[in-house]
């Protein structure tokens, strides 16, 4: 192989293994607000970003999320690897509705937080006992993880006069 190509090739293979190709969680992010951090005269301003999402699967709940962004020239460029501190808050918003079933740990949103190695993901959960979501966030990478992360809680509520909650149990497994 000449080296052109194999570079092509192990350039393909590492964004690959990293996520960069894998399909997105169902779920969109909404952008809420930025509040600036640090100042920088000729680039972007480092800051915090709040954004919203939906779970995909689970109606009637929303997780907001606060993620600091680089600015400067690489953040200008979108090159920067973004740090891994996130938090997270979930809430019930409605009645819950589950649309289909899943699995324990399954991604509910997951974005890049570098150009290749570095991903954020939220995942759901299920504590059956207390009929409780449990909401994790995380950042990995390829060649070693972060253990920074946050968790939020949705216990199912009766919401209005709907009656029954459904259990998270029959629902994720």
């Not at 100042?39 to 919203?52: F, I, S």
């Not at 949103?109 to 909401?135: H, P, T």
Request: hydrophobic share 40%; glycine share 10%.
């Amino acid at each position: 192989m000449g080296m052109p190509l194999r570079r092509w090739v192990l350039a393909a293979l590492a964004l690959t293994l990293s996520g960069g190709l894998l399909s997105p969680a169902a779920a969109q992010e909404d952008l809420i607000f930025r509040k600036s951090t640090v100042w920088k005269m000729l680039t972007p301003n480092d800051k915090l970003a709040v954004y919203g999402v939906d779970d995909p699967i689970v109606e009637g709940v929303a997780c907001h999320y606060t993620v600091p962004e680089k600015g400067g020239v690489s953040g200008m460029f979108g090159v920067a690897e973004e740090v891994s501190e996130v938090s997270l808050a979930c809430r019930q918003i409605g009645p819950i509705k589950f649309k289909e079933k899943a699995g324990q740990g399954d991604v509910v949103f997951r974005e890049r937080r570098s150009l290749i190695w570095k991903k954020m993901q939220i995942v759901r959960g299920c504590d059956a006992k207390r009929n409780v979501l449990v909401y994790l966030v995380y950042t990995d990478k390829l060649i070693d993880g972060s253990p920074q992360n946050s968790t939020s809680t949705v216990p199912i509520m009766p919401w209005g006069a709907s009656g029954e909650t459904p259990k998270c149990s029959e629902w994720i497994r």
